[in-house]
């Protein structure tokens, strides 16, 4: 099972599909390929949700800047959750029509 979850970790390194490589890494506990991951992707906004994905787990990177640890350690939870929220327009109660 680990030699394909491995070979599944390099096609999505390869493929430069890192949420999914992250996920096999999380999986494959495997604190090295999770630094790997972050090293290889130069996308600022899916770092962010890189970090969203390890805050949940529980799991430390190091060498983050500032905003990605707050996020990976969920201190910034609910201020995005609302932000969120606010976009979608569901912040106000609706009734029934």
Not at 20 to 35: G, I, N, P, Q, S
Not at 50 to 75: G, T, W, Y
Request: net charge neutral; charged share 30%.
């Amino acid at each position: 099972m680990e030699k394909t979850l491995k070979t599944a970790f390099d096609i999505s390194m390869k493929s430069e599909v890192y949420t999914c490589a992250l996920r096999l890494a999380v999986k494959l506990d495997k604190d090295e390929l999770v630094k790997r991951v972050f090293e290889s992707c130069q996308d600022y906004n899916v770092k962010k949700q890189l970090c969203f994905q390890i805050a949940r787990q529980r799991i430390i990177v190091p060498d983050l800047d500032n905003e990605l640890n707050k996020i990976a350690s969920n201190s910034m939870l609910t201020e995005y959750f609302l932000k969120f929220a606010t976009e979608l327009g569901i912040l106000d109660p609706k009734t029934p029509d």
